[in-house]
C-alpha cells in the first residue's frame, strides 16, 4: 500500500530536493506540499495546497498523512528580523508538527543544524534547540531528527553569507578537527531523510552530519 507525505519548506534547498525523491519512489503514492505562493510540480503524485502560516490551524485536514517533513528556513535579512526568523523557523514549524501529531501522522523528520542547542547563545542555534526539544513532546510514533552544517545547493534566492561559505568552508575543512562543519547538499540531505523514512527506527533518532552523509 503507498503511503501519503506531506511537506512544508517545499520550496527551499532539502524541500525542493526531498519532493523530487518521493516522486521517484513506489512507496509513496501522494506528496501534499504546503506552501505559501503556489508552487506547481510537474508529477501528478504532488498536490500543492496554499495556505497562511500565520493561520495553519485553519488547514488541520491537510495534515493528514503518514510522514511530515519538516524543512522551513529562513535568514534575519529575509525575515526582518531575529523575532521573524523565529516565527518561520520556530512556530511555523512547531505548529505544523502540532496539526500533524493530532492527526495521527506516524513519522515526523525534521532539518535541524550541527549545533542546535536551546541554551546557546547564538540566536539560530538557540531556536533550533528549542524546536527540537518543542517537538520531541508530541505523540509521534517516530521522530527523526537531520542536524547538518552549511548546505551547498541552487538556492532561489542568493544567501550572501552561505555562498562565501561555500567557497571557504570545503578549504578549511581539510583541517582534520574542522571536518565535522564541513558543508553538505540539500540533495544529500534530502536522500538520506527519504532513505529512513523508508525503513524501520527508533522512535526518537538524531542524525548528525557524519551519519547524514550516504556513503
Same mark, same amino acid.
Not at 74 to 101: M, W
Not at 120 to 148: A, D, W
Given at each position: 500500500?503507498?503511503?501519503?507525505?506531506?511537506?512544508?519548506?517545499?520550496?527551499?534547498?532539502?524541500?525542493?530536493?526531498?519532493?523530487?525523491?518521493?516522486?521517484?519512489?513506489?512507496?509513496?503514492?501522494?506528496?501534499?506540499?504546503?506552501?505559501?505562493?503556489?508552487?506547481?510540480?510537474?508529477?501528478?503524485?504532488?498536490?500543492?495546497?496554499?495556505?497562511?502560516?500565520?493561520?495553519?490551524?485553519?488547514?488541520?485536514?491537510?495534515?493528514?498523512?503518514?510522514?511530515?517533513?519538516?524543512? *522551513?528556513?529562513?535568514?534575519?535579512?529575509?525575515?526582518?528580523?531575529?523575532?521573524?526568523?523565529?516565527?518561520?523557523?520556530?512556530?511555523?514549524?512547531?505548529?505544523?508538527?502540532?496539526?500533524?501529531?493530532?492527526?495521527?501522522?506516524?513519522?515526523?523528520?525534521?532539518?535541524?543544524?550541527?549545533?542546535?542547542?536551546?541554551?546557546?547563545?547564538?540566536?539560530?542555534?538557540?531556536?533550533?534547540?528549542?524546536?527540537?526539544?518543542?517537538?520531541?513532546?508530541?505523540?509521534?510514533?517516530?521522530?527523526?531528527?537531520?542536524?547538518?552544517?552549511?548546505?551547498?545547493?541552487?538556492?532561489?534566492?542568493?544567501? *550572501?553569507?552561505?555562498?562565501?561559505?561555500?567557497?571557504?568552508?570545503?578549504?578549511?575543512?581539510?583541517?582534520?578537527?574542522?571536518?565535522?562543519?564541513?558543508?553538505?547538499?540539500?540533495?544529500?540531505?534530502?536522500?538520506?531523510?527519504?532513505?529512513?523514512?523508508?525503513?524501520?527506527?527508533?522512535?526518537?533518532?538524531?542524525?548528525?552530519?557524519?551519519?547524514?552523509?550516504?556513503?
Amino acid at each position: 500500500m503507498t503511503k501519503k507525505a506531506i511537506v512544508i519548506g517545499a520550496t527551499g534547498l532539502v524541500g525542493r530536493a526531498i519532493v523530487q525523491q518521493l516522486v521517484n519512489t513506489d512507496y509513496i503514492g501522494k506528496v501534499i506540499t504546503l506552501t505559501r505562493r503556489s508552487s506547481p510540480h510537474s508529477s501528478t503524485k504532488v498536490l500543492n495546497q496554499v495556505v497562511d502560516f500565520d493561520q495553519l490551524d485553519n488547514y488541520l485536514s491537510l495534515f493528514d498523512g503518514d510522514f511530515l517533513f519538516s524543512c *522551513l528556513g529562513t535568514t534575519v535579512k529575509q525575515a526582518g528580523s531575529i523575532n521573524g526568523q523565529r516565527k518561520v523557523d520556530l512556530e511555523y514549524q512547531f505548529k505544523a508538527a502540532e496539526l500533524a501529531a493530532k492527526n495521527g501522522v506516524s513519522h515526523y523528520l525534521l532539518v535541524s543544524s550541527t549545533g542546535a542547542n536551546g541554551q546557546s547563545n547564538n540566536s539560530y542555534l538557540k531556536m533550533k534547540g528549542e524546536l527540537e526539544h518543542r517537538v520531541s513532546q508530541l505523540i509521534f510514533k517516530r521522530i527523526s531528527i537531520f542536524q547538518p552544517s552549511l548546505l551547498l545547493g541552487e538556492r532561489t534566492q542568493i544567501r *550572501l553569507g552561505e555562498k562565501m561559505g561555500c567557497w571557504i568552508m570545503p578549504i578549511i575543512c581539510i583541517i582534520p578537527f574542522l571536518r565535522r562543519f564541513r558543508p553538505i547538499t540539500g540533495e544529500q540531505v534530502a536522500a538520506k531523510m527519504v532513505s529512513i523514512s523508508q525503513r524501520e527506527g527508533a522512535s526518537r533518532e538524531f542524525y548528525r552530519l557524519d551519519e547524514i552523509f550516504i556513503k
